[in-house]
Nanobody
Framework: QVQLVESGGGLVQAGGSLTLSCAVVSGNFFGINAMGWYRQAPGKQRELVASVTRGNTKNYADAVKVRFPLSIYDSKKTLVLQMNRLASEDTGFYYC????????????WGQGTQVSVSP
């Protein structure tokens, strides 16, 4: 497993932007097959926001496809989600996940960061 540290959440007005970063601070970064951001709104299940594989295949939730570009920086061992044109429905707790190459190994999750969008 790897240790993930998220940063960049906060309170923003609707229409604004935030940048979420997920840094791999320990463990084998190159043992990761895919990384992604997930969010959980109050009273709802955790859902995928965006993910990227080691082969740079990206997957986005329909609601964020145009607004939230996802990038991974190998040199910095960091996953970055640029969140643009934020809306109140984007409010939630955002978690970073890393999936290892070896299927029998567990996924790694960060502690999460809160994103709140005011009307």
């Amino acid at each position: 497993q790897v240790q993930l540290v998220e940063s960049g959440g906060g309170l923003v007005q609707a229409g604004g932007s935030l940048t979420l970063s997920c840094a791999v601070v320990s463990g084998n970064f190159f043992g990761i097959n895919a990384m992604g951001w997930y969010r959980q709104a109050p009273g709802k299940q955790r859902e995928l926001v965006a993910s990227v594989t080691r082969g740079n295949t990206k997957n986005y939730a329909d609601a964020v496809k145009v607004r939230f570009p996802l990038s991974i920086y190998d040199s910095k061992k960091t996953l970055v989600l640029q969140m643009n044109r934020l809306a109140s429905e984007d409010t939630g707790f955002y978690y970073c996940k890393a999936e290892p190459w070896v299927p029998s190994l567990p996924d790694s999750w960060g502690q999460g960061t809160q994103v709140s969008v005011s009307p």
